[in-house]
């Protein structure tokens, strides 16, 4: 409790600020300028420092209008942070405010193996034409490259199978039981764990060469400490897996799509109208047919449909004379917290957002 003296018709008061508004209706404006207002509530993110949004960041990022910037991937975390369950380290990258009006890549924006998560202390706007992308610079992907969640490699003339996450991947096809098996579904699927996609199975070519499969979606974590703009689009989707090529005899098979990565957006208010949130599944790459007499190929084996938020992955398909489509990946997740009874704009993403809270302090 603070205690002020105030003046009032010429007599000296000592009352207390913690019941202001009924002492300022009892004695006048005085009492309102002499008490400090209570300090608003600070964001505390998940997974973060519970202390990240009471200080201000360095600098403000600001991402013009016209070709794709890159995050930086040589510039230092201001903060590590360990993950349970063996997810990989989440590295933070702090900024005062952040600006997004072009197209910003922050896939390869952290060390080798780490998932990102970006922190305005203030504002975080993504306007209309803005778009943040996991994926990275180069043909390779911040998802999990092997393990639980990775579709199969087929066979010879079979496709690669389609990569799992929040549900099972879808398999590729072959002529027979050559096609790749679809990876399996790996959590956690609830809570706010930053996890990355994976990759879908490459395809099987005639000599050797495998297409690759689709890379998983990254993980990221968008935080405002003060209001967020969700106005253009963000994407933690999976990529297509590659599609085979033509030959005599027969072609190279399909590869299997990447699953969707995981999305967090954690903002004291979120605004905007007209944005996109996406974190779907890649879809499996089509089979490479065998050339009749050198004319065109025929019509080859299709690749399967990557999982939505209304439709699970889809098998790929064969078709005599070539070679197998590759699964499509599974979907990711989107997960929108903001404090208790703070509204949201209904905000378009696909698979639907789950709302959460985030705390205060």
């Known amino acids: 409790m603070i205690l002020r003296h105030v003046s009032w018709m010429g007599l000296l008061a000592l009352v207390a600020c913690s019941s202001q508004e009924g002492d300022v209706a009892e004695h006048g404006a005085a009492l309102s300028q002499d008490c400090p207002t209570a300090p608003a509530p600070r964001l505390t993110p998940s997974n973060l420092p519970a202390n990240i949004c009471d200080t201000p960041g360095a600098s403000a990022l600001d991402v013009p209008d016209g070709p794709y910037v890159y995050l930086d991937g040589n510039v230092p975390c201001d903060a590590v942070v360990a993950q349970a369950n063996g997810l990989p380290n989440i590295c933070v990258r702090k900024f005062s405010n952040v600006s997004i009006h072009g197209g910003w890549k922050v ?7 780490h998932v990102l998560a970006i922190v305005a202390t203030g504002s975080f706007t ?3 034409n803005g778009t943040i992308d996991t994926q990275p610079p180069q043909p390779q992907g911040p998802g999990f490259p092997n393990g639980t969640g990775a579709g199969q490699n087929g066979a010879l003339g079979g496709g690669g199978g389609g990569a799992g996450y929040v549900t099972a991947g879808a398999a590729g096809a072959g002529a027979s039981s050559d096609g790749g098996a679809a990876g399996s579904a790996y959590g956690p699927t609830t809570g706010t764990q930053l996890v990355p996609g994976s990759r879908g199975g490459d395809g099987v070519g005639k000599y050797g060469l495998a297409g690759p499969g689709g890379w998983g979606g990254g993980a990221l974590q968008l935080v405002a400490c003060g209001t967020m703009n969700l106005s ?5 989707k999976g990529t297509a897996g590659s599609s085979g090529a ?7 098979s399909g590869a299997g799509g990447g699953s969707g990565g995981t999305l967090l957006v954690e903002a004291a208010a979120v605004t905007g109208s007209g944005g996109r949130l996406l974190s779907v599944g890649g879809n499996g ?17 299709s690749g399967g449909a990557g999982g939505t938020g209304s439709s699970p992955p889809q098998p790929g ?13 599974s979907v990711g997740r989107i997960l929108i917290d903001v404090p208790q009874g703070t509204p949201v704009p209904a905000i378009a993403s696909d698979p639907p ?9």
């Open 232 to 236: 253009g689009s963000v994407s933690t």
């Open 246 to 252: 033509d030959h005599t005899m027969m072609g190279d």
């Open 285 to 301: 790459g089509d089979g490479g047919c065998a050339y009749s007499g050198g004319l065109a190929a025929i019509t080859a084996g």
């Open 317 to 329: 398909t064969s078709v005599s004379n070539c070679s197998g489509g590759g699964g499509g990946g």
């Open 126 to 128: 993504l306007d209309a």
């Open 107 to 113: 896939g390869g924006g952290a060390p080798a193996g």
């Open 353 to 361: 957002a789950t709302l959460g809270t985030v705390a205060t302090h």
